[in-house]
């Protein structure tokens, strides 16, 4: 158990329609990362926060969006689903206390979004 | 940018035997970190090893070691004694110490332990 907390599991929706996945991190970690992983497929980068700020953008789409808030959780939204949006997203966290450091990133178990 | 290749799609090794699994990346930095994830069937991501470039010194985790080669841009694992439970996937990733880039994955090594 990583400690990293991701919610729901599993998620199966219509196309068009918009989903929030939610993310807890390790306690005392205050980076967030957002990861793609499409079928047979390595991990995109989407989006990181530090400390409830944008830090980096990946190759994240215009429909989708993410936010971290003051407890450090944090929600990726994603809007106009389409079929090939269908993926597991991870989330994972790292203690990053500041710009020079780069931590270790310990990932969720997962959120397993089907479109259909 | 950065860029990590795993170069094996696919390995298998028996069950008490050794393997190595290659990684190799391009960058113009430094001082960066270098990571083994393994992704078993549960789809959960697994930290496995972690290097720092600075170190000269190859990091072990009981049966799991690498063969940092920081001048040939080189990472390769080695898992000796290999059990069954060793079977998935095996990512290798890279991130600057900048702290302004993101982890960079390879598209992994599936290994399969036979028995």
């Known amino acids: 158990d990583s400690g990293v907390t991701q919610t729901p599991k599993h998620l199966i929706t219509a196309t068009g329609q918009r989903v929030t996945l939610r993310c807890s991190p390790r306690s005392g970690d205050l980076s967030v990362y957002w990861y793609q992983q499409s079928l047979d497929q390595g991990l995109q980068f989407l989006i990181q926060y530090y400390n409830g700020e944008e830090r980096a953008k990946g190759n994240i789409l215009e429909r989708f969006s993410a936010q971290q808030f003051p407890d450090l959780h944090s929600e990726l939204n994603l809007s106009s689903l389409e079929l090939g949006d269908s993926a597991l997203y991870f989330c994972?966290?790292?203690?990053?206390?500041?710009?020079?450091?780069?931590?270790?990133?310990?990932f969720g178990p997962g959120t397993r979004l089907t479109v259909l | 940018a950065q860029t990590v290749t795993q170069s094996q799609p696919e390995m298998s090794v028996q069950e008490a035997e050794t393997v190595t699994l290659s990684c190799t990346y391009d960058t113009s930095e430094n001082n960066y970190y270098l990571f083994w994830y393994k992704q078993p069937p549960s789809r959960q991501m697994i930290l496995v090893i972690r290097q720092e470039a600075y170190k000269q010194q190859n990091a072990t985790e009981n049966r799991f070691s690498v063969n940092f080669q920081k001048a040939a841009k080189s990472f390769s694992l080695k898992i000796s004694d290999s059990q069954l439970g060793d079977t998935a996937m095996y990512f290798c990733?890279?991130?600057?110490?900048?702290?302004?880039?993101?982890?960079?994955f390879g598209k992994g090594t599936r290994l399969s332990v036979i028995a």
């Open positions: 990733a890279f991130i600057s110490n900048s702290g302004n880039t993101p982890l960079v």
């Open positions: 994972a966290s790292s203690v990053e206390a500041g710009r020079s450091v780069a931590d270790t990133q310990y």
